[in-house]
């Protein structure tokens, strides 16, 4: 497990290599996606809320973005 996922990762034998295939075609890139569906869906419910609301979107969207930046640099 220890080089999972590292380029040039050395798998020993057959079922590793069918571990490895498995992994990629079922696992590879779906948390990029996951996560491009669930900001997205979050955005637009933020949109409609505000739109119920009758309040300023931007206003709303830039507090939110200037929160998730300031997320983004503690986690660095």
Excluded: H
Excluded at 10 to 28: E, H
Excluded at 35 to 62: H, K, M, W
């Amino acid at each position: 497990m220890r080089n999972f996922d590292l380029p040039g990762q050395i798998w020993a034998g057959p079922v590793d290599g069918v571990a490895l295939w498995l992994t990629r075609a079922f696992a590879a890139g779906k948390f990029w996606r996951l996560l491009s569906f669930l900001f997205g869906i979050g955005f637009a419910l933020q949109l409609e809320r505000v739109r119920a609301r009758d309040a300023g979107f931007y206003r709303v969207y830039l507090r939110r973005a200037g929160v998730l930046l300031l997320f983004a640099r503690c986690t660095i």
